[in-house]
């Protein structure tokens, strides 16, 4: 079955970059969907951070687009985040998903059907 | 960005009842809307997608119906797993989501 393993460090300081990589198991990347980066601060709700499609064609939320940039390696069947110039408001657990849909008319109609466990990472000095 | 409002905030509801969650769209969504349940410490998992469609796996007590700017998901009878978050997601006009109901034994 596929399943998606989130990796990467857990505490990051103020001003730097957060850097975290989605290992897919079970299905190749190559193969098609979109796969993506969710957030949830800790207590609170669910904000969606962008998606990718193994050709390298990415979506991102606009309000985080200028700090946000995702990569994809189908040799190791992962994809990657990079958030930089992190604030404590960045704390928060950062899922990876699978998502089924696609663009429509340049904008992403997508949900996500898989999930991994999640990770939380911290922004602190 | 259409913001999307779930109430209520919280459910208390006895096992066994059923429970009704709304979610309501700032503009319409047509019926690009998907529901995920949050366990405590887990992932979500995706129950409805197409305002209607339950995903693979999913109970049949768990339904879901609206369109436009308003939607529903319906527990019909509440088991001991059921208890947990809903967040509804709508993906009309890129994707955002609730702020979640909590579902909680009374």
């Known amino acids: 079955q596929v399943q998606l393993q989130e990796s990467g460090p857990g505490l990051v300081k103020p001003s730097e970059t957060l850097s975290l990589t989605c290992g897919v198991s079970?299905?190749?990347?190559?193969?098609?969907?979109?796969w993506g980066w969710i957030r949830q601060p800790p207590g609170k709700g669910l904000e969606w951070i962008g998606s990718?499609?193994?050709?390298?064609?990415?979506f991102y939320n606009p309000s985080l687009k200028s700090r946000v940039t995702i990569s994809v390696d189908t040799s190791k069947n992962q994809f990657s985040l990079n958030l930089n110039s992190v604030t404590s408001a960045d704390t928060a657990v950062y899922y990876c998903?699978?998502?089924?849909?696609?663009?429509?008319?340049?904008?992403?109609?997508?949900?996500?059907?898989?999930w991994g466990q999640g990770t939380l990472v911290t922004v602190s000095s | 960005e259409i913001v999307m409002t779930q109430s209520p905030g919280t459910l208390s509801v006895f096992p066994g009842e059923r429970a009704t969650l709304s979610c309501r769209a700032s503009q319409s969504v047509s019926s690009n809307l998907a529901w995920y349940q949050q366990r405590p410490g887990q992932a979500p998992r995706l129950l409805i997608f197409?305002?209607?469609s339950r995903a693979t796996g999913i109970p049949a007590r768990f339904s879901g119906s609206g369109s436009g700017t308003e939607f529903t998901l319906t527990i019909s009878s509440l088991q001991s797993e059921d208890f947990a978050v809903y967040y509804c997601?709508?993906?009309?006009?890129?994707?955002?989501f609730g702020q979640g109901t909590k579902v909680e034994i009374k």
């Open positions: 998903a699978r998502l089924l849909g696609g663009p429509v008319g340049g904008l992403l109609r997508s949900f996500f059907d898989l």
């Open positions: 997601q709508q993906y009309n006009n890129w994707l955002s």
């Open positions: 197409g305002a209607s």
């Open positions: 079970g299905y190749s990347i190559s193969s098609g969907y979109y």
């Open positions: 990718i499609y193994h050709t390298g064609n990415t």
